[in-house]
């Protein structure tokens, strides 16, 4: 009898469920621009530190209330380094908002990207990772390529 129950109550709830569902607004995924990169002093023989700096745009017709991030970057289809940041932002609807997240590589990501780059002539990024919000939807996941050389003319 009591599963009997639990299982019209479940039957019960499911439209609820559904409709809340429903009720959450559609998120695009921001776009998350590198605009650049500079090196910082080691911290370690085998260790590097980059500063990252990004614009993220925000395509959505509401704030997003960002409060953290983490993400991969690749030069020239090759692995960079991986970073997190706690930083809250707050990107307001159909806006952006710049912020720098330091990052850390090892050597060997170093030296690899150094023969890549002997052996290319552009400078080619791939940034992929998930964006924490602040509400209801907890996270996006984002990706977004461009090319560090040409894609920010100087003016």
């Known amino acids: 009898m009591k599963q009997l129950r639990r299982l019209l109550l ?3 709830l499911l439209p609820l469920f559904s409709a809340c569902a429903t009720m959450l607004p559609h998120m695009e995924a921001p776009e998350i621009n590198v605009i650049d990169i ?3 002093p080691a911290e370690g023989l085998l260790e590097q530190r980059i500063q990252v700096d990004l614009r993220i745009i925000n395509p959505n017709n509401i704030d997003l209330a960002m409060t953290g991030m983490s993400f991969q970057l690749d030069l020239n289809e090759a692995r960079l380094a991986r970073g997190v940041s706690h930083q809250a932002i707050q990107i307001p609807r159909l806006g952006e908002a710049k912020t720098s997240v330091i990052i850390s590589t090892t050597i060997t990501d170093i030296f690899r990207q150094a023969m890549i ?3 290319k002539s552009g400078l080619k990024y791939h940034i992929s990772g998930t964006v924490y919000l602040d509400g209801l939807m907890r996270s996006i996941t984002f990706t977004h390529q461009g090319d560090l050389i040409n894609e920010h003319p100087a003016r």
């Open 10 to 12: 479940c039957i019960m």
């Open 117 to 119: 780059l002997s052996e």
């Open 38 to 40: 500079t090196p910082l």
